[in-house]
């Protein structure tokens, strides 16, 4: 059974450096999600795909992070000079259709120095 | 714009003794409504999820929530609790399905022999 796969599952970091994970869906899944999660607190959602196109977008997601899902498959996400701010746990998520469960991945852990 | 709100950070409770984990939401129409667990590191998994219909949900590993309208909450509960239910728990909120969940802060669940 291959669930949601994140990669790497921890990074470190310098600040200004830039930084992508990778998130693979489950197969056949057409919506793929972002969740950012700090210590503490509950995932806060950054954006989602439905096939290829990018439906929607956070404020949290600034202008330092870039998402794409080029052929409705895989994600990535990007995060370019990064900030001590940006250390977290990323989450991507997916599901077949609106509506249906939302599966985890086990996230991506950034931690910046 | 919605919102949730899990008013206990962190609950103690023994093993075998049942379990009530709160949630109070905030939307503003029929929300869509989730469980999810979380152990240390991991993603989050689906306990259980309310659409709509009876009010009364019943999810996995023995956990079940209701639905109450009238109070705007979600609780979450289980006859017996297991050392094994040790974990973050969180609510959430959807509006038109899945696309952007808003969680709560979370309540960890500790348990003692």
């Known amino acids: 059974d291959t669930g949601v796969s994140q990669d790497p599952r921890h990074k470190i970091t310098k600040r200004g450096q830039n930084v992508t994970f990778r998130c693979d869906p489950i197969?056949?899944?057409?919506?793929l999600y972002w969740y950012r999660q700090t210590l503490g607190q509950g995932p806060e959602f950054l954006t989602y795909f439905q096939n290829e196109a990018q439906l929607e977008k956070s404020r949290l997601l600034s202008d330092r992070f870039s998402a794409e899902r080029p052929k409705g498959s895989f994600s990535t996400l990007e995060i370019q000079r990064t900030e001590q701010g940006d250390s977290a746990m990323y989450l991507c998520?997916?599901?077949?259709?609106?509506?249906?469960?939302?599966?985890f991945g086990e996230g991506s852990w950034l931690t910046v120095v | 714009a919605q919102s949730v709100t899990q008013p206990d950070i962190h609950i103690t409770v023994s093993e075998g003794a049942s379990l009530e984990l709160r949630c109070n939401y905030s939307?503003?129409?029929?929300?869509?409504l989730f469980w999810y667990v979380q152990s240390p590191g991991q993603g989050l998994q689906l306990l259980l999820k309310?659409?709509?219909?009876?009010?009364l949900v019943q999810g996995i590993k023995g956990f079940e929530a209701e639905f109450k309208r009238s109070q705007s909450s979600f609780n979450l509960r289980k006859p017996s609790v297991h050392w094994s239910d040790a974990a973050e728990y969180f609510c959430a909120v959807g509006a038109t399905g899945n696309e952007k969940l808003t969680f709560g802060t979370g309540t960890r669940l500790t348990i003692i022999p």
């Open positions: 998520a997916s599901s077949f259709s609106s509506g249906n469960t939302i599966y």
């Open positions: 309310y659409f709509s219909g009876d009010t």
């Open positions: 939307y503003g129409a029929t929300p869509y």
């Open positions: 197969s056949e899944h057409n919506r």
